[in-house]
């Protein structure tokens, strides 16, 4: 038979057991608290600030383009200075270049392309062709005319030429093929080279 004090002994040990067991039950779900609370504050703020890897740190690098436009006359090409991404990629730089195009003149020139035409792709071969492909609507709302479409065609040749050293000629597709013409005028068939000859003359300063 166990003594009275062996009785305590025992009940104590047992106390002392668990006590010990409620605190590491009590330690255990402190700790898990903790846990889910760090988890929701890390998804929080990569919710609230999402990381920005290198690719979008190199976009945030701007440069000067220029992009041609039409003056009022619709004769010649006028340059208008606009900030656009920089892109290591000739064709990434050069879809940067056409958006701009297409956003249109921001200083009263003649804007080259209709409303509401989307750029689908851009692609550059090695010898320096693009292929930029626009959605049907560069067709279906042209205004046509040789004046409008020749307006179009080497806003655009001239522009991405000017702004992509590795883009030497251009070819435009629509819905990613070729057209005969963008409305019945010049033939699209072929690849274009800039023609210097449409930039608007350079006002003289009189003395």
Same mark, same amino acid.
């Given at each position: 038979? *166990? +003594?009275?004090?062996? %009785?305590?002994?025992?009940?104590?040990? &047992?106390?002392? #057991?668990?006590?010990?067991?409620?605190?590491?039950? !009590?330690?255990? /779900? /402190?700790?898990?608290?903790? !846990?889910?609370?760090?988890?929701f504050?890390? @998804?929080?703020?990569?919710?609230?600030? $999402?990381?920005?890897?290198m690719?979008?740190? #190199?976009?945030?690098?701007?440069?000067?383009?220029? @992009?041609?436009?039409? &003056?009022?006359?619709? %004769?010649?090409?006028? =340059?208008?200075?606009?900030? /656009?991404?920089?892109?290591?990629? $000739?064709?990434?730089?050069?879809?940067?270049?056409?958006?701009?195009?297409?956003?249109?003149? #921001?200083?009263?020139?003649?804007? +080259?392309?209709?409303?509401?035409?989307?750029?689908? &792709?851009?692609?550059?071969?090695?010898?320096?062709?693009?292929?930029?492909?626009?959605?049907?609507?560069?067709?279906?709302?042209?205004?046509?005319?040789?004046?409008?479409?020749? =307006?179009? /065609?080497?806003? !655009?040749?001239? +522009?991405?030429t =000017?702004?992509?050293?590795?883009i030497?000629?251009?070819?435009?597709?629509?819905?990613?093929?070729?057209?005969? *013409?963008?409305?019945?005028?010049?033939?699209? !068939?072929?690849?274009? %080279? $800039? &023609?210097?000859?449409?930039?608007?003359?350079?006002?003289?300063? %009189?003395?």
């Amino acid at each position: 038979m *166990s +003594t009275k004090k062996q %009785r305590r002994s025992d009940n104590f040990k &047992d106390r002392k #057991k668990k006590k010990s067991t409620r605190i590491a039950y !009590l330690v255990a /779900i /402190i700790g898990g608290v903790v !846990l889910l609370l760090v988890l929701f504050f890390v @998804i929080l703020f990569n919710a609230l600030f $999402p990381p920005v890897g290198m690719e979008a740190l #190199k976009k945030k690098e701007k440069r000067i383009a220029e @992009i041609y436009f039409s &003056d009022s006359q619709e %004769r010649f090409l006028v =340059a208008e200075k606009r900030y /656009i991404y920089k892109e290591e990629d $000739p064709a990434e730089q050069a879809k940067e270049v056409v958006k701009a195009l297409l956003d249109g003149s #921001k200083t009263g020139n003649v804007n +080259t392309f209709p409303p509401h035409v989307a750029l689908r &792709d851009v692609k550059v071969d090695k010898d320096g062709v693009a292929q930029v492909n626009f959605s049907a609507n560069l067709s279906k709302s042209h205004p046509g005319g040789s004046t409008a479409e020749m =307006a179009t /065609i080497y806003s !655009l040749t001239n +522009t991405l030429t =000017a702004n992509v050293p590795a883009i030497k000629a251009v070819i435009i597709l629509i819905e990613g093929k070729e057209l005969p *013409s963008l409305k019945g005028h010049i033939s699209t !068939l072929n690849s274009f %080279r $800039p &023609d210097p000859d449409l930039y608007a003359p350079v006002k003289e300063e %009189r003395g």
